[in-house]
C-alpha cells in the first residue's frame, strides 16, 4: 500500500515511518507542508492520505480537496492526523471527506490496523 504522511512535526513523520515499516508492505512517503504535498502527487499517487490537521501553509481540511484533485482521485482515502481534542475535530473531519480523525501520539496498533483495511471492509471508518 502507499500511503503519503503529511506532518511538519519530524518526530512525529518518524514514528509514522517506522511504524509502517516494521508493518510490512507499507510504502511511504512524507511531506512537511501542503506545497510539498502536491508536489510528490506530481509522480507518485498513494492509495491514502494521512494528513496533519495544522500544516505551515495550510490546513488538513483544505488539502485533502487539492490532494484530490490533483490526482483525479475523487475517493482517496484519508485520515486527519490531529494534537487538537479529537471529539472536538472529529465529525468535522468526517464532514471534510476523511474516513476518520487520529489524535496525536497516535495509537500505533490503530494506525496499522487502519491501514490494512480497504474502502468497505466491515468496520472500516
Same mark, same amino acid.
Given at each position: 500500500?502507499?500511503?503519503?504522511?503529511? &506532518? &511538519?512535526?519530524?518526530?512525529?513523520? %518518524?514514528?509514522?515511518?517506522?511504524?509502517? @515499516?516494521?508493518?510490512?508492505?507499507?510504502?511511504? @512517503? !512524507?511531506? &512537511?507542508? +501542503?506545497? $510539498?504535498?502536491?508536489? @510528490?502527487?506530481?509522480?507518485?499517487?498513494?492509495? %491514502?492520505?494521512?494528513?496533519?490537521?495544522? %500544516?505551515?501553509? !495550510?490546513? +488538513?481540511?483544505?488539502?485533502?480537496?487539492?490532494?484530490?484533485?490533483? %490526482?483525479?482521485?475523487?475517493?482517496?482515502?484519508?485520515?486527519?492526523?490531529?494534537?487538537?481534542? +479529537?471529539?472536538?475535530?472529529?465529525?468535522?473531519?468526517?464532514?471534510?471527506?476523511?474516513?476518520?480523525?487520529? !489524535?496525536?501520539? /497516535? &495509537?500505533?496498533?490503530?494506525? /496499522?490496523? $487502519?491501514?490494512?483495511?480497504?474502502? +468497505?471492509? $466491515?468496520?472500516? @471508518?
Amino acid at each position: 500500500m502507499k500511503v503519503l504522511y503529511v &506532518d &511538519d512535526d519530524r518526530i512525529n513523520t %518518524l514514528l509514522f515511518t517506522e511504524t509502517c @515499516r516494521m508493518a510490512g508492505r507499507i510504502e511511504v @512517503r !512524507t511531506a &512537511d507542508s +501542503g506545497a $510539498e504535498a502536491l508536489e @510528490r502527487v506530481r509522480d507518485w499517487a498513494p492509495e %491514502l492520505a494521512v494528513i496533519d490537521l495544522h %500544516l505551515p501553509d !495550510t490546513l +488538513g481540511y483544505a488539502l485533502l480537496p487539492a490532494l484530490r484533485a490533483a %490526482l483525479a482521485a475523487p475517493a482517496l482515502r484519508a485520515f486527519l492526523c490531529t494534537a487538537d481534542d +479529537g471529539a472536538e475535530v472529529g465529525e468535522a473531519a468526517r464532514a471534510a471527506g476523511f474516513a476518520g480523525c487520529w !489524535t496525536k501520539p /497516535v &495509537d500505533l496498533a490503530t494506525v /496499522v490496523a $487502519e491501514l490494512s483495511r480497504r474502502p +468497505g471492509d $466491515e468496520g472500516a @471508518r
